[in-house]
């Protein structure tokens, strides 16, 4: 299980989440098969959209962060809830591309830079949220934090990364996320530019032992933290065949009439891979629901 916890400075004016991804992007290996750099730069986006889910308010609430830079990897998507479980998918996930010139995986070269970030939170309303910002970094937690700035003024810094090991399996993988609130005073600020400045990455910070809530606790070091909440999470879908029904069904009875006379079909959900099988006769069944 992965785990992500909030911290507060005294004054209230800096909270901070910060996430433990490894399981999670150990599952995004796993389900889509990816190369090391998609695991890099998918594992990045899960992470940092579950850090974005993690911050709304409703139980029922969602998030979903697309980002489209016309890269080779092509379309990443992520979705998570508001406890900060995330579900991802991307369109090419085996693209291999050469180290960058610093030997890290190339992240911005899969990802692209020519397209956009788009954030839709779902948080019951009648319209959703939506906001775009085109992709300037590539490498993800900049794209996160213009987002952040430029949709919804809130100044805030962001990490992610993940670390992939020879054998291809993930070493570690983490992020963490500062927003700060309206009243933040210079101080405030100027402290945590400095935290940020002396801590190593994210993925150097674990290697050396450090959790979590030691991260979480080390960006508002000096500001008098103290632990806000602190969860279990993970890659989590929530698809199921009632769900794959209701979409069938959506279809409308034409179209269903002509599956079922092509004898049935396998819907694959694009999140975990998981295949729900209906019959020529489960079709037609489904096609009188919907008149
Ligand atoms: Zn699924």
Do not use: W
């Amino acid at each position: 299980m992965g785990r992500i916890v909030r911290t507060i400075s005294k004054d209230a004016s800096a909270v901070c989440s910060a996430i433990d991804g490894m399981d999670i992007v150990s599952e995004i290996r796993r389900i889509h098969n990816t190369s090391a750099v998609v695991t890099a730069a998918l594992g990045r986006l899960a992470m940092g959209t579950s850090l974005l889910g993690f911050g709304l308010k409703g139980s029922d609430d969602s998030i979903t962060v697309r980002m489209d830079g016309n890269g080779p990897a092509g379309l990443l998507l992520c979705v998570a809830d508001s406890y900060g479980n995330v579900k991802a998918d991307v369109a090419n996930p085996g693209v291999e591309l050469p180290l960058n010139s610093k030997g890290k995986l190339d992240v911005r070269g899969a990802v692209g830079t020519d397209g956009t970030l788009s954030v839709i939170k779902d948080m019951g309303l009648k319209e959703p949220y939506c906001g775009q910002i085109p992709i300037a970094s590539g490498e993800i937690a900049e794209d996160i934090t213009s987002y952040l700035a430029i949709s919804e003024q809130i100044p805030s810094v962001c990490a992610l990364g993940v670390l992939v090991d020879t054998d291809m399996s993930v070493k570690k993988a983490g992020g963490f996320l500062v927003q700060l609130l309206p009243f933040a005073g210079e101080e405030v600020i100027s402290q945590i530019e400095k935290n940020i400045q002396q801590m190593q990455s994210v993925t150097q910070l674990m290697e050396e032992g450090k959790t979590e809530k030691d991260i979480a606790l080390m960006a508002l070091a000096g500001l008098e933290p103290e632990v806000l909440d602190d969860f279990q999470v993970e890659y989590r879908c929530g698809c199921s065949r009632e769900r794959t029904e209701k979409v069938l069904i959506s279809l409308g009875k034409d179209q269903l009439e002509e599956i079922s006379r092509d004898g049935g079909t396998d819907v694959t959900c694009n999140f975990c891979r998981t295949r729900y099988h209906f019959t020529s006769e489960e079709i037609l069944a489904l096609a009188e629901k919907n008149t």
